[in-house]
Nanobody, 127 residues
Framework: QVRLVDSGGGSVQAGGSLRLSCVVSGDSYSSYCMGWFRQAPGKEREGVAVISTRGGSAYYADSVKGRFTISQDNAKNTVYLEMNTLKPEDTGTYYC????????????????????WGRGTQVTVSS
């Protein structure tokens, strides 16, 4: 059974930085499409960054391009989301998501694309 444990959230002021981590266990880590989604109160869950663990191709939502970086450490079965220049609108619960795929396809921003989810970690950015 694949298990995702996401962590690293916290409270920061606008302009600050945080790094989120997602550890994958219970399966070989070699081929996943892994994403970070976020959900603000009263809003739909939205994708912010995705990475293909085979090859390392990364994809970003327009709202975070140039500020967020998704990366992986294969030796630790971990995917990271480095968030810089944080804004109050980045506030929300951030979830790690994964699905077993050789490569990520065009449907990466759909929640239904992923079969495995972490429990979420809260990020609060104050102005």
């Amino acid at each position: 059974q694949v298990r995702l444990v996401d962590s690293g959230g916290g409270s920061v002021q606008a302009g600050g930085s945080l790094r989120l981590s997602c550890v994958v266990s219970g399966d070989s880590y070699s081929s996943y499409c892994m994403g970070w989604f976020r959900q603000a109160p009263g809003k739909e869950r939205e994708g912010v960054a995705v990475i293909s663990t085979r090859g390392g191709s990364a994809y970003y939502a327009d709202s975070v391009k140039g500020r967020f970086t998704i990366s992986q450490d294969n030796a630790k079965n971990t995917v990271y989301l480095e968030m810089n220049t944080l804004k109050p609108e980045d506030t929300g619960t951030y979830y790690c998501a994964a699905d077993r795929r050789n490569y990520c396809s065009a449907a990466i921003w759909a929640r239904s694309y992923y079969n495995y989810w972490g429990r979420g970690t809260q990020v609060t950015v104050s102005s």
